[in-house]
T-cell receptor, first 117, second 111 residues
Framework: GAVVSQHPSWVICKSGTSVKIECRSL??????MFWYRQFPKQSLMLMAT?????????EQGVEKDKFLINHASLTLSTLTVTSAHPEDSSFYIC?????????????FGPGTRLTVL | GEDVEQSLFLSVREGDSSVINCTYT??????LYWYKQEPGAGLQLLTY?????DMKQDQRLTVLLNKKDKHLSLRIADTQTGDSAIYFC???????????FGAGTRLFVKA
């Protein structure tokens, strides 16, 4: 159990276009979903935290108008990279939190590799 | 703010033990985690430890926590080539949701 999927797993797009990445919790209801960005050989940087039905909370330095997050249901969050540019090329990873008796367990998706030409 | 630091590389021979070290700054961290990331993949939770514990063992993995020095370590016994990956240390903040990651330690296992 506790599987998080992302779609697509990789995408190549032209500069100036928008790209939507989906994050789904397949077998549990996620109270909170997180979006991370990872540059090659670097750590994960938290971009934003989203709760179902409310606006996402963005980390400092992350443009909310560029990285649109929609958390429509307890099992789906989407990240849209608007007007993508080559510097947006990165590995985007989502995670979802499920409340449990022990901890706010956090489960990670497999990631989406975005390449902007 | 919170910070998590790790050494960037570790190379060991197959069959030896690997010890990956991590230091953190937030003394009020509740949970401390070790994640494994294989090339091109997401993160896999290996193990976690509560801040009120000193040690946790899970098969080949041993986590040691020194709260006084804010030092966390992950020991992998009988390291195998399949253990080659990046290992991230992470702490959960007191609010309970935000996870701060270290830069990751790249483990190379030589056959």
């Amino acid at each position: 159990g506790a599987v998080v999927s992302q779609h697509p797993s990789w995408v190549i797009c032209k500069s100036g276009t928008s790209v939507k990445i989906e994050c789904r919790s397949l077998d549990f209801q996620a109270t909170t979903m997180f979006w991370y960005r990872q540059f090659p050989k670097q750590s994960l940087m938290l971009m934003a935290t989203s709760n179902e039905g409310s606006k996402a909370t963005y980390e400092q330095g992350v443009e909310k108008d560029k990285f649109l997050i929609n958390h429509a249901s307890l099992t789906l969050s989407t990240l849209t990279v608007t007007s993508a540019h080559p510097e947006d090329s990165s590995f985007y990873i989502c995670s979802a939190t499920r409340r449990s008796a022990l901890s706010n367990e956090q489960f990670f998706g497999p990631g989406t590799r975005l390449t902007v030409l | 703010g919170e910070d998590v630091e790790q050494s960037l590389f570790l190379s060991v021979r197959e069959g030896d033990s690997s010890v990956i070290n991590c230091t953190y700054t937030d003394s009020s961290s509740t949970y401390l985690y070790w994640y494994k990331q294989e090339p091109g993949a997401g993160l896999q939770l290996l193990t976690y430890i509560f801040s009120n514990m000193d040690m946790k063992q899970d098969q080949r993995l041993t986590v040691l926590l020194n709260k006084k020095d804010k030092h966390l370590s992950l020991r992998i016994a009988d390291t195998q080539t399949g253990d080659s990956a990046i290992y991230f240390c992470a702490e959960r903040d007191t609010g309970g949701f935000k996870t701060i990651f270290g830069a990751g330690t790249r483990l190379f296992v030589k056959a």
